[in-house]
């Protein structure tokens, strides 16, 4: 099964992915590419396959992207190998795209369950990445206007999930709640 988490930015996507893969170990995590330069801390290959222009070009030419798409200045996409080993093996997937990204999921795997994770408030969410700290003002400022656009996308997803402040770990359960519940509807095994 391919699981997408997807909100707007600062609404906790990779924190209760995170602790989502933590507590359920089977599920294979997506790592997705972009061409942006890594932030402080992240890694190669684990957080993201940070890819140069040319490089994410020649993939895409050659068909190794599901879905890809600009953003923030940056292209970012999903390696096809990155859903199709997985499934072909036999595991569920786990995908953080943006909501234009897990439409186009759901577009060409019609069973992806697709799970909007959203932030209490915009004003949580401006809080949030000013935390974060990741981002120039002016990029900020950018998501925030983004955020706000996307949160509109939420009534397109199959569930939607709050993550209020100090709530990650219900936020995270109610994820895997989801997950087995839509496997026991398609006759799997619930659980990962």
């Known amino acids: 099964m391919i699981i997408v988490l997807s909100g ?10 995170d602790l989502v893969l933590e507590w359920a170990p089977a599920i294979h ?8 330069p890594p932030r402080p801390g992240e890694t190669d290959g684990h957080d993201y396959h940070f890819l140069t222009e040319a490089e994410f070009g020649r993939r895409l030419a ?4 599901v879905e890809h798409a600009f ?14 080993a997985p499934l072909a093996a036999g595991k569920d997937v786990l995908a953080r795209v943006d909501v234009q990204g897990a439409a186009t999921i759901k577009r060409l795997f019609p069973d992806a369950v697709l799970i909007f994770v959203a932030p209490p408030s915009v004003e949580e969410t401006a809080r949030r990445m000013r935390a974060r700290d990741a981002d120039s003002d002016e990029a900020q400022k950018r998501r925030l206007e983004t955020a706000a656009r996307e949160m509109e996308a939420a009534a397109g997803f199959d569930h939607v999930v709050v ?9 995270a359960r109610r994820v895997l709640e ?7 509807k398609r006759g799997g095994r619930p659980g990962a």
């Open 8 to 17: 707007p930015s600062g609404a906790g996507k990779d924190s209760v992915r």
């Open 29 to 36: 995590r997506v790592v997705t590419a972009t061409t942006r």
């Open 62 to 65: 050659e068909g190794g992207f």
């Open 71 to 84: 953003v923030y200045d940056h292209l970012n996409g999903v390696p096809r190998d990155e859903i199709e």
């Open 163 to 171: 993550n209020e402040t100090g709530r990650l770990e219900e936020t």
């Open 178 to 184: 989801i997950v087995a519940a839509e496997k026991r």
